[in-house]
């Protein structure tokens, strides 16, 4: 395990509450340096971002350009990166382990539903996947796995906590269930027994009161990149000429 990967890990290690691990997303080697300066102790790139700022839609971006965009994110920065890697791009284990390590990563997202047609995946299926990752990963990459039953319009708090429950044997060091409402937090937090991410959002609960509620780990998603946008628009209206 690399000195970084170990650091990740113990960045997930026993968090009091209300003191998440903050991650932000950053979606290029500069958004990544202004996260490393504002004293973030590690990353986590959102695919959704890095796809806007390759030009492609969310879930649609060739593997090849999104591990390239990785790679530049992570030698930018001297702290720890956690990937989006979205469901694998069907890549077998061994290999999307090796291009994650190649590419500088030292965590992955991976999803449980099919981005192309919205289907979740058999769950006993995925644990085995995120098992296969885990093996071949040796402790190196520490596995956030994707619960996408909200996501996929399934909200039902139990059906979220018997996957992460899955994944959680199979190895995964942090369970994500996207889309989460922040009043199950509580709930599934204590039934899946691993860290579990949550997305924050500019405007809404802060981190802190996110920890409160049983999140261990909070992110941004596409949140970050989308609030950027809006900012340089907003400057952009400013300079326009007077007609």
Do not use: Q
């Not at 026993?14 to 691990?21: F, I, N, Q, S, T």
């Not at 192309?116 to 956030?144: I, K, Q």
């Not at 937090?189 to 981190?207: D, H, K, M, T």
């Amino acid at each position: 395990m690399s000195d970084k990967a170990a650091v990740f890990r113990e960045l997930h290690r026993d968090r009091p509450p209300g003191d998440p691990l903050v991650l932000p997303g950053p979606w290029d080697a500069a958004t990544a340096r202004v996260c490393e300066e504002a004293g973030f102790p590690a990353l986590a790139t959102p695919s959704a971002g890095i796809a806007a700022s390759l030009g492609y839609r969310d879930g649609a971006t060739p593997p090849d350009e999104m591990f390239a965009a990785i790679t530049r994110i992570t030698r930018a920065v001297g702290i720890p990166v956690s990937a989006d890697v979205e469901d694998g791009y069907r890549l077998p284990p061994g290999e999307l382990v090796e291009r994650l390590l190649e590419a500088g990563a030292v965590g992955c997202n991976l999803e449980d539903s099919d981005p192309r047609t919205g289907e979740l995946t058999d769950p006993g299926r995925h644990a085995d996947r995120l098992a296969e990752v885990c093996a071949a990963a040796g402790g190196a990459l520490l596995v956030n796995a994707r619960v996408d039953t909200f996501l996929r319009g399934r909200p039902d708090p139990r059906a979220a906590i018997e996957r992460g429950r899955r994944y959680a044997e199979a190895g995964a060091g942090c369970v994500y269930p996207i889309k989460a409402p922040p009043e199950l937090l509580p709930e599934l937090a204590a039934g899946i027994g691993v860290p579990v991410n949550i997305n924050a959002r500019p405007g809404g609960l802060s981190p802190a009161r996110l920890g409160e509620l049983g999140a261990g780990r909070v992110t941004f998603g596409p949140a970050l990149h989308a609030a950027s946008l809006g900012a340089l628009r907003d400057t952009l209206a400013g300079l326009r000429p007077t007609p």
